[in-house]
Every structure is written in structure tokens, then in C-alpha cells.
């Protein structure tokens, strides 16, 4: 069964960096299109980008410049590489895969209804 399990978040100041990972178990995330997702405390779970199964990419205008989303086929990982931190990213963070049924050639974070296999999330706060 897939399993999905982020880590890498943290406490960074402003204008500072971190790298999330989603390392993944019981199926090959190559094989899927995955999204990153955050959750600030009172809001509603937003996505902030995602990879296809060929490896194109798609990001939130709030984050593109700043964020980097890839994966390490060998180690089953996909990673987000956050620079430039501000306050408002602030959040916990999660990864999911996107229903298989919808296909994997494309992914579309804004439909998170469509997305499956939480994993536990990863809490980033950004504070000086």
C-alpha cells in the first residue's frame, strides 16, 4: 500500500531556504503526478505545485520563483526546495498523489479533492 511520509520542515527566518522531502513506499511515484499542499492554521488546504508523471512541472503564481518541486527517481522521493521564505509560508505541509484513475500525463493542484495518499505533513514556520 503507498505510504507517503514528508520531512525537512523547520523553523528559518525570513529570506531563508529549506528543502522538503516526500519519501514514498509501496508503489513508484514515478509513476504518478504529485503535488506539494499547504495548510496555514484557519485556511483551507491550497495547492502550491506539482509534477507529472513525464516530469513537467506546475506552480502557484504565489510561489513560482521561490519553490522548486523534483524527484529522485532512485530514492522514490520527491522533494520542494523553498527559497526566499516569507512569513505567509508559514504552514504545514503535505504531499499526495493525484487520483491514478485521472491520469498522471497532467497534474492540476487546484482540484484537491482530486488528490489521495495524505501524508502526515511537515510543519514550516517562517519567523525571525
Request: some cysteine; glycine content about 14%.
Amino acid at each position: 500500500q503507498l505510504q507517503l511520509v514528508e520531512s525537512g520542515g523547520g523553523l528559518v527566518q525570513p529570506g531563508g531556504s529549506l528543502r522538503l522531502a516526500c519519501a514514498a513506499s509501496g508503489a513508484t511515484l514515478a509513476h504518478y503526478a504529485i503535488g506539494w499542499f499547504r495548510q496555514a492554521p484557519g485556511k483551507e488546504r491550497e495547492g502550491v505545485s506539482c509534477i507529472t508523471s513525464g516530469g513537467s512541472t506546475n506552480y502557484a503564481d504565489s510561489v513560482k520563483g521561490r519553490f522548486t518541486i523534483s524527484r529522485d527517481i532512485a530514492k522514490n522521493t520527491l522533494y520542494l526546495q523553498i527559497n526566499s521564505l516569507k512569513p505567509e509560508d508559514t504552514s504545514v505541509y503535505y504531499c499526495a498523489i493525484q487520483n491514478p484513475g485521472l491520469g498522471s500525463w497532467y497534474c492540476d493542484f487546484g482540484r484537491v479533492d482530486d488528490f489521495d495518499h495524505w501524508g502526515q505533513g511537515t510543519q514550516v514556520t517562517v519567523s525571525s
